[in-house]
């Protein structure tokens, strides 16, 4: 079990870190207050339990960034046995976005093999004849979603930014042209859940999460990279302007599922408003592409309305960043590590 970082250790850890590096040290420090707690209080055993492997993952993912940042590795130990009970379910339950979430976690951690093995499940999805090509959502091979693709952008791209292989930038190239001239845009920019199963291959109307619109960004960040494709720019730019015009109130995300008075969220919803800011984020890192630093203040901005409006006692974070709780306020793990996503996020970029 892992044991919390005491203020002390936290007040060291902070004085070594951050202002040396850049980094924005008031969310650094933050940070490790959320993530302490988030262990201390959701951990057991080596594992998250109740809740589903993917949001382990993501879990896993948030705190090495953090000890990436801070330079102590308080939490290298997670990536070791936070998946242990779940290969069955990840090699054989059906999912192909689920297996992508714990590729990532392992790439970032450098885990070749782990990540290749979890990398090919979800290559088993991919498919060029039921609506011209992207992954399937599942192995029921019915729907082709948002989430599932856009993964597969950004899981190719970490990839083989980390290991190499052109079949990993290949399949980067093949998923985002076949992603952009899907109909799963709206007319507002959005990427909605998913396309039709009717054979049609239409947009189907479902909710515009704020996770489908940054799941992808790291993968056009690193299709930029390794071409140099301006177009690709523009591209994940329009994404994140259409996100703070559609996904904000005063400025500040808002899943469709949540208000300040009830919250209809479940665990998985929690935790998408993270992924978004922390995938602009990382966008921003791979390219050094932002709109004269609006991106980088818009992530900002997110953790300030987490510091504001979401904390209840000092490091304890809810699902509300746009305003204050007027009963629909949840306190969870999901909550807590979609805080630290926004957090770290911010840390991550230079003041």
Known sequence: MKLPLFPALLTVISLLTGVANGYCQWYVDKSLEAAANLQRDYYRDGSYPNQWVWLSALNAFYLRQLDELTNYWSYGGVINT?????EGQLDWGGSFDDPQWV???YIQAGWYDQAKHYYDVASQGWDWGYCSGGVFWSNAWNYKNAITSELYMTSSGYFYDRFGGQQYLDNLKNTWNWLKWTRMRGDNGLFNDGLTNDGQCNNNGQTQWTYNQGALLP?????????GDESVIQDAWGLIEASMAHLTINGYLREACESQSVNYCNADQQAFKGILANYISWFLRITGRDNNGRYAAWVRQQADGILQNSVGPPGWYSNLWYGQNQNGATWSGQSQASALAGLVAAAALNC
Not at 82 to 86: H, L
Not at 219 to 227: A, D, E, H, N
């Open 103 to 105: 590729a990532i976690a």
């Open 82 to 86: 936070v998946f242990n009970g779940w």
């Open 219 to 227: 993968g056009l960040g690193y299709l930029y990279k390794y071409t």
